[in-house]
């Protein structure tokens, strides 16, 4: 009798890694997560591959003190202040903080404006110094109104002004202008009979002193630590911060009582939040009537860090003292916990539905991460510092350490160099098995080249496996024998474009005595 013959069931099988999340600095982390990376993206999920390259630098900068984006790139260099690359202004030399309303670009802490239509420049404060003789005289017999007239007075109809040093003491005060023409202004003042002053008349339309600006609504907004106040303008009057007539359109300020600065401000679903460290000041209302402050005792922005704010499909982040956090509107919620901690100096903008941040780690360095929101992960790119960003028209502008303008992608970076490292990789059961063979699955552009290496349990050394130089675009499958451990890291240093689709893993069973070793 002839008994059947036994099917031989192998040792090895095979396990496949075949999505690749991003970036992990944690002890313990998954086997498709990566300790370290350099200019990886997740443009390919479930693979990973290389970033876009970036623009070429369009402009260096003597002294970089600030971008913005409205209808062309404005951009200060120095005391200069350039749009679409022609100069259009000068100011103060000092960093600025830009805000777009309508036509206008406001800029601060000079208090000036560019009109992108018109092309005029000049500064929001305006005042009137008296150097002849001004003359006051009822509007007309039983008036209400008072005309103020003097040579190079000139002033806009409804501007609130604050009128200085006039000798009937009852006009030192501030105030509505009702008409306006030139050299003459109407204000809200009853005399019986008119009279003229030689000098010492002053009028002013002031804008306040203020921290961060942002616009909500057809209204700038505004802080001050100094002064521990939150400022609104009129309504579609960037110009005027003074008016307070018990109307709609009216001007607001409000005193805050919390501790500490304020480290930034934006406008964000309809409310304007002002941040301290751990105070968010979020504005309700639609009018000075029912305009409402509620405080939040919530991680705010770090101080320093103002530059972090940015929102991204309607998801507002930011650098806290915690860590980079999202805010829906709720609760600010660390999105930071697989990144090491201890950075500073963030400064971020937003490109093709992901948060580019550059902040400066623990060790004095720069580092460029991305978080894109679908996934859920971070992936790092090179020690980029971008030291102010601003998005437009498609394209995310920035100036980095060198004083350069240049634009996060629509470029080419043939050589672009790149890495890739693992985490401990291990057969994640206590029974006896080693990883007999790795197989990767990558593809190479033209005149890209890969070095593989492994790291065994302890070992400090980095051991070279295999090289690889592409002469034209392939896909490799990519053999490497690991010699017998309990764990091991792999890493893949590269030049040139390159995606990784996939690992295979060989496993076999050890024996019952000395396990996979």
């Given at each position: 009798?002839?008994l059947?013959?036994?099917?031989?069931?192998?040792?090895?099988?095979?396990e496949?890694?075949?999505?690749?999340?991003g970036?992990?600095?944690?002890?313990?982390?998954?086997?498709n997560?990566?300790?370290?990376?350099?200019?990886?993206?997740?443009?390919?999920?479930?693979?990973?591959?290389?970033?876009?390259?970036?623009?070429?630098?369009?402009?260096?900068?003597?002294?970089?003190?600030?971008?913005?984006?409205?209808?062309?790139?404005?951009?200060?260099?120095?005391?200069?202040?350039?749009?679409?690359?022609?100069?259009?202004?000068?100011?103060?030399?000092?960093?600025?903080?830009?805000?777009?309303?309508?036509?206008?670009?406001?800029?601060?802490?000079d208090?000036?404006?560019?009109?992108?239509?018109?092309?005029?420049?000049?500064?929001?404060?305006?005042?009137?110094?008296?150097s002849?003789?001004?003359?006051?005289?009822?509007?007309?017999?039983?008036?209400?109104?008072?005309?103020?007239?003097?040579?190079?007075?000139?002033?806009?109809?409804?501007?609130?002004?604050?009128?200085?040093?006039?000798t009937?003491?009852?006009?030192?005060?501030?105030?509505?202008i009702?008409?306006?023409?030139?050299g003459?202004i109407?204000?809200?003042?009853?005399?019986?009979?008119?009279?003229?002053?030689?000098?010492?008349?002053q009028?002013?339309?002031?804008?306040?002193?203020?921290?961060?600006?942002?616009?909500?609504?057809?209204?700038?907004?505004?802080?001050?630590?100094?002064?521990?106040?939150?400022?609104?303008?009129?309504?579609?009057?960037p110009?005027?911060?003074?008016?307070?007539?018990?109307?709609?359109?009216?001007?607001?300020?409000?005193?805050?009582?919390?501790?500490?600065?304020?480290?930034?401000?934006?406008?964000?679903?309809?409310?304007?939040?002002?941040?301290?460290?751990?105070?968010?000041?979020?504005?309700?209302?639609?009018?000075?009537?029912?305009?409402?402050?509620?405080?939040?005792?919530?991680?705010?922005?770090?101080?320093?860090?103002?530059?972090?704010?940015?929102?991204?499909?309607?998801?507002?982040?930011?650098?806290?003292?915690s860590?980079?956090?999202?805010?829906?509107?709720?609760?600010?919620?660390?999105?930071?916990?697989?990144?090491?901690?201890?950075?500073?100096?963030?400064a971020?903008?937003?490109?093709?539905?992901?948060?580019?941040?550059?902040?400066?780690?623990?060790?004095?360095?720069?580092?460029?991460?991305?978080?894109?929101?679908?996934?859920?992960?971070?992936?790092?790119?090179?020690?980029?510092?971008?030291?102010?960003?601003?998005?437009?028209?498609?394209?995310?502008?920035?100036?980095?350490?060198q004083?350069?303008?240049?634009?996060?992608?629509?470029?080419?970076?043939?050589?672009?160099?790149?890495?890739?490292e693992?985490?401990?990789?291990?057969?994640?059961?206590?029974?006896?098995?080693?990883?007999?063979?790795?197989?990767?699955?990558?593809?190479?552009?033209?005149?890209?080249?890969?070095?593989i290496?492994?790291?065994?349990d302890?070992?400090?050394?980095?051991?070279?496996?295999?090289?690889?130089?592409?002469?034209?675009?392939?896909?490799?499958?990519?053999?490497?024998?690991?010699?017998?451990?309990?764990?091991?890291?792999?890493?893949?240093?590269?030049?040139?474009?390159?995606?990784?689709?996939?690992?295979?893993?060989?496993?076999?069973?050890?024996?019952?005595?000395?396990?996979?070793?």
């Amino acid at each position: 009798m002839r008994l059947p013959y036994m099917n031989y069931a192998g040792r090895a099988t095979q396990e496949q890694i075949a999505q690749f999340q991003g970036l992990d600095c944690r002890t313990v982390i998954a086997e498709n997560e990566f300790l370290d990376m350099k200019n990886m993206t997740s443009d390919y999920y479930p693979a990973i591959g290389t970033r876009k390259g970036r623009g070429s630098a369009t402009k260096t900068l003597a002294k970089p003190n600030g971008i913005f984006y409205k209808n062309g790139l404005m951009y200060v260099d120095g005391t200069a202040l350039y749009y679409k690359d022609q100069k259009v202004g000068t100011v103060t030399d000092t960093e600025k903080t830009f805000v777009g309303m309508g036509a206008y670009v406001l800029i601060w802490p000079d208090k000036v404006y560019y009109n992108t239509h018109t092309g005029e420049f000049g500064s929001m404060v305006k005042s009137f110094q008296q150097s002849g003789t001004a003359t006051f005289a009822p509007l007309s017999e039983g008036s209400a109104f008072t005309k103020i007239s003097a040579e190079g007075l000139s002033f806009e109809k409804f501007d609130s002004v604050t009128i200085s040093g006039c000798t009937n003491k009852d006009f030192n005060k501030t105030t509505v202008i009702q008409e306006a023409g030139m050299g003459y202004i109407v204000v809200t003042a009853a005399i019986t009979s008119g009279f003229t002053q030689a000098s010492g008349l002053q009028i002013t339309r002031a804008v306040p002193d203020m921290d961060f600006v942002c616009e909500s609504d057809n209204r700038l907004w505004g802080c001050s630590s100094k002064n521990h106040e939150i400022y609104a303008s009129k309504l579609g009057d960037p110009f005027n911060w003074n008016n307070f007539e018990g109307i709609s359109t009216d001007s607001y300020a409000v005193t805050v009582g919390s501790d500490g600065d304020f480290t930034g401000c934006i406008a964000h679903l309809g409310n304007v939040l002002f941040f301290k460290e751990n105070t968010i000041h979020k504005m309700y209302g639609s009018r000075p009537a029912n305009f409402q402050l509620n405080t939040y005792t919530l991680p705010g922005v770090q101080k320093g860090c103002e530059k972090s704010i940015c929102t991204v499909n309607e998801t507002l982040y930011y650098k806290a003292r915690s860590g980079v956090v999202s805010y829906d509107g709720s609760t600010p919620t660390d999105i930071s916990e697989t990144l090491p901690g201890g950075y500073t100096e963030a400064a971020a903008g937003q490109y093709n539905g992901k948060y580019y941040v550059s902040m400066k780690n623990a060790k004095g360095t720069y580092e460029l991460l991305v978080y894109d929101p679908r996934y859920r992960f971070w992936h790092k790119e090179d020690t980029t510092q971008i030291r102010m960003a601003a998005y437009g028209e498609g394209a995310l502008y920035y100036i980095d350490g060198q004083s350069q303008i240049r634009t996060i992608a629509g470029g080419e970076e043939p050589d672009l160099p790149w890495m890739l490292e693992s985490g401990q990789q291990m057969e994640n059961t206590m029974n006896m098995k080693y990883i007999s063979k790795i197989m990767l699955h990558l593809q190479m552009e033209k005149d890209a080249k890969v070095e593989i290496y492994l790291k065994y349990d302890a070992d400090p050394l980095w051991e070279r496996k295999a090289t690889i130089r592409s002469t034209k675009k392939k896909s490799y499958m990519i053999p490497i024998i690991p010699r017998r451990c309990i764990q091991f890291q792999y890493r893949l240093v590269g030049k040139g474009n390159a995606v990784l689709y996939g690992i295979s893993k060989f496993v076999e069973k050890g024996s019952e005595l000395n396990g996979g070793l």
